[in-house]
Every structure is written in C-alpha cells, then in structure tokens.
C-alpha cells in the first residue's frame, strides 16, 4: 500500500512539475517575442566586417546570457555558403583558432579589436570575408531579432572600420521598465 501511496506521490509531482515547466516555456515565449518585437538596435558601420561585428554585438546587448553554443545555434554554419564544407560552425573559441593551420586562422577576424567576450567571460572569434549574398542572409537573420543595420552600403572587406550601436526609443524605454520592475 506504501509503495503505491509513493508512486502516486511521484506521479503528482512529476504532473505538477511538467505543468510548471509547461507554463515557464509559454512565459518566455511571450516575453521573448515581446522582447524581439519591441527592441531595436540600429548597427551603423563602414566595412562588412564592421557591420558584422556590431551586429553581433547588438545580438549580445540584448541577449546577454548568449553562449557559444547559443550563438552557433541561432547563426549555423549554412548562412556562410562557403564555410559550409570548411568548418562546423561560424564561431569557435579563441583558444581552438591556434590548433588551426595557418591559413585557415586568417579565415577568422582574429584581430584584438575583433574578439568577442560572452558574458562566461569566454573569448570566440567569427569566419570572415562574406560574400554579398551570404551577408545579405545574415543582416535577415539578425533582423529576426530586431537589430537592424544602416542603409549604407558596406565599403569593401579588407577595409578596416568600426561599427556604432544606435539604441531606438522602442528599446530604452523597455530597459527603463524592466529596471523599475
């Protein structure tokens, strides 16, 4: 009779647990599609390098827990139609370029203005040289998460150029709420 008593108990609270997990899920759906739909960076930059880097940058700003594993999830290797058949993914840490040959290292922004730290305090480093296309796709696939880039159109590859964060109203004034909260 006990044992039946303890697998009833168990069933309840795995229901209740599953019941909780459920409700979590749909909660941060909703607040993450609010959170996309109201959030906005505008990503301004001279090269594609530059634009590249700073959309990453905005994507960290507003998902700042992101891990590497995150990142190659949300932005896989397909994007970079020339990288699909070189690499499994489109970041790797920093410490795994140097097991690479040389040549395939300078297929990597590598460079110490070009490092990105996650928030585990983890250095990763992004492929470089996109083709047209390619970057066209991936300026789409960071407009999925509100960040968007200037109209103006990327100079060159090899040039070097910084990148600016413009934070929309839309955007400040979720941060303001969220801190009062």
Do not use: C
């Amino acid at each position: 009779m006990n044992v039946k008593s303890n697998q009833k108990k168990n069933l309840k609270e795995f229901q209740t647990y599953q019941l909780k997990n459920i409700y979590l899920q749909k909660y941060f759906a909703i607040i993450s599609t609010r959170y996309m739909e109201e959030s906005r960076i505008i990503v301004h930059g001279t090269t594609r390098q530059s634009f590249i880097l700073g959309m990453v940058n905005a994507y960290l700003a507003i998902n700042p827990k992101t891990t590497l594993n995150d990142l190659n999830r949300t932005f896989p290797v397909g994007l970079k139609s020339d990288a699909v058949n070189k690499f499994n993914h489109l970041f790797i840490k920093l410490t795994d370029l140097y097991n690479l040959e040389e040549k395939d290292r300078e297929l990597f922004m590598a460079k110490h203005d070009e490092i990105i730290t996650l928030y585990n305090k983890m250095n990763v480093v992004l492929q470089a040289e996109w083709q047209s296309e390619d970057f066209d796709n991936l300026v789409k696939r960071f407009r999925q998460y509100g960040i968007d880039v200037t109209d103006a159109k990327p100079s060159g590859v090899y040039e070097k150029g910084g990148f600016a964060l413009e934070y929309t109203d839309n955007y400040i004034q979720l941060l303001k709420k969220e801190r009062k909260e």
